[in-house]
């Protein structure tokens, strides 16, 4: 039993820096993925080029699982509107288009 053990430990210790996420990078992944997944939403517009340098340069940069986070939280974001009220729908399209001001997606 207590090789058993011994044994789960170390193979949890081994796969931990496999899940690792750096916490600023999920944090940018999440904000940005909802900022546009929500901007046709919303109907605020993101500038292209600032959006596809931002890709480039950051997101893509991102640790392997935030950008993992990054394209799940922009694909659901048309679900998540969805079951929204009304006041929730302009909260959240008000602190989007603050965060992509944030970020210099706004043309």
């Not at 048309?78 to 992509?100: P, R, W, Y």
Request: aromatic share 6%.
């Amino acid at each position: 039993m207590r090789v058993a053990m011994a044994f789960a430990l170390v193979l949890m210790g081994a796969a931990t820096p496999a899940l690792a996420i750096n916490n600023q990078d999920f944090m940018t992944a999440n904000e940005v993925g909802q900022i546009i997944g929500a901007a046709d939403l919303c109907g605020y517009k993101l500038d292209d080029a600032k959006t596809a340098a931002f890709m480039e340069n950051t997101v893509a940069n991102l640790d392997d699982g935030s950008r993992m986070h990054f394209n799940n939280v922009r694909s659901v974001q048309g679900q998540v509107f969805k079951d929204m009220s009304s006041t929730e729908k302009k909260a959240q399209c008000a602190l989007q288009a603050k965060l992509a001001q944030k970020y210099g997606l706004i043309p």
